[in-house]
């Protein structure tokens, strides 16, 4: 003994496995689970090195997107124009002017041109929302608005409260609203109402079926069409019911006018 340790080595004997474990999907999953993985940078957040980069949320969205609301380039009366003239340009000009002048009679009601949507009239049958009975009334608070999507939100708001779809509210009820991204890269603003419609009642009027209503049009010979500028917000809320469609955002609590 010289006074040096002498490093102990071992042998360690080889394991048997079967071949029938080592084969197979079981081979895969092994290799899979014990293969060296390399860092995948995408998986974490990223450092925002190019701050000039504009976002779709950062650039101010014009009024186009809530229909109805935004003045049109063209009048109601022009697109009906433009047909009339398509479908009857086998006639002289002169009879084609005196047919548009016929209708232009009617521009002030039927082809009104507006840039706010009128509130929709109190009916017979306004919308309604029947509660089963004996369930807490639904009130969750706003839910959190990223900072770039603050003067968005208040954009939307504003423009509702003038078109009088929207009011301001003191209701017990609350549902909060969030963001979703269109095709064209704005945003829509959308209410979270499921915890409402878990505990409302369904209507019960039956839809009428695709046959049903291709039945009625049985020996008709003369097919009109209207292109509808706006198709929302047509039915007014029963005043009895509009406290339960209050939404709550940052800047107040408010409860729609017709239906949405």
Not at 24 to 44: C, E
Not at 78 to 103: G, K, N
Not at 112 to 141: K, N, Y
């Amino acid at each position: 003994m010289d006074g040096k340790l002498t490093p102990l080595t071992f042998t360690m004997p080889e394991t048997y496995v079967p071949s029938h474990i080592l084969s197979g999907a079981r081979v895969r999953r092994l290799q899979r689970r014990h293969a060296p993985r390399a860092f995948d940078h995408s998986a974490y957040l990223q450092a925002v090195l190019d701050f000039a980069k504009e976002l779709p949320e950062d650039v101010e969205l014009d009024l186009s997107d809530i229909p109805g609301i935004a003045p049109a380039l063209r009048t109601s009366f022009s697109f009906v124009e433009d047909e009339v003239r398509v479908h009857l340009a086998h006639l002289p000009t002169s009879q084609i002017d005196e047919v548009v002048e016929r209708l232009r009679a009617f521009e002030g009601d039927v082809f009104e041109t507006r840039t706010q949507p009128r509130p929709p009239p109190v009916r017979e049958f306004d919308v309604s929302i029947v509660e089963r009975p004996g369930l807490e009334q639904p009130a969750r608070r706003p839910y959190p608005v990223a900072p770039h999507h603050q003067s968005e939100l208040e954009r939307q708001i504003k423009a509702l409260l003038a078109a009088g779809i929207i009011r301001r509210s003191f209701s017990p009820y609350s549902a909060p609203v969030l963001f979703t991204p269109k095709k064209d890269g704005t945003m829509r603003m959308v209410v979270d109402y499921r915890q409402l419609n878990s505990q409302t009642m369904r209507d019960r009027f039956p839809t009428p079926t695709a046959g049903d209503l291709i039945a009625k049009t049985r020996g008709a010979k003369l097919f009109s069409k209207i292109d509808l500028l706006s198709g929302f917000h047509q039915l007014r809320m029963s005043e009895a019911d509009a406290h339960k469609t209050a939404f709550a955002t940052p800047s107040g609590l408010y409860e729609f006018v017709s239906a949405h």
